[in-house]
């Protein structure tokens, strides 16, 4: 695993380390004994995936609140996506700032979000499958978000969403 620090603190792009041979590759995409290396969340407690048939199928801006808050690894199955996270811890230097990077199931790419932050992505293919690995369990009553479009945040999507939950659309603007 390749971690590459991103703009926002603590957060990760991480891209595998293929072992070729004549049948193809092999690569690891969670190592517990390299994330504690580095000093990171390094326990998995659930992995999810996310199914979405429409390409600018939007989900987000998620996170979890204390004391219920959780360490994700997103990757990309199938399709692709813009996935983007936000800096909501207020004592963080990066507090506010937004990362986008372009997950794909070609790149083998994955995003490291520490707890803290929100994350939400865009698919920009049709039939976009989406992998998560979580360190804790979701509490529904926990459950948070901010506003995709919110000018508290600035995010430059690509695109603009056609399909979204009535929920994302809604969150009130975000106080600082």
Not at 12 to 30: H, L, M, N, Q
Request: hydrophobic fraction near 35%; charge should be neutral.
């Amino acid at each position: 695993m390749i971690l590459t620090p991103t703009p926002i603190a603590g957060s990760f792009v991480v891209d595998i380390e293929r072992k070729s041979d004549e049948r193809g590759f092999f690569a690891r995409t969670w190592c517990s004994e390299e994330l504690s290396r580095a000093g990171l969340v390094s326990t998995l407690s659930q992995c999810s995936i996310s199914s979405n048939r429409q390409a600018y199928t939007l989900r987000g801006m998620h996170y979890q609140a204390e004391p219920d808050v959780e360490t994700k690894l997103v990757s990309c199955r199938h399709g692709a996506l813009f996935d983007v996270i936000v800096d909501l811890r207020r004592r963080s230097p990066t507090y506010t700032q937004w990362f986008g990077v372009e997950l794909t199931a070609r790149n083998y790419r994955a995003l490291y979000i520490p707890p803290g932050i929100a994350h939400g992505f865009l698919t920009i293919e049709d039939d976009t499958e989406v992998n998560y690995q979580i360190s804790g369990t979701y509490v529904p009553a926990s459950g948070r978000g901010v506003r995709w479009d919110d000018p508290a945040f600035s995010i430059r999507w690509p695109a603009n969403p056609i399909v979204m939950a009535d929920r994302d659309k809604h969150y009130p603007d975000f106080q600082r």
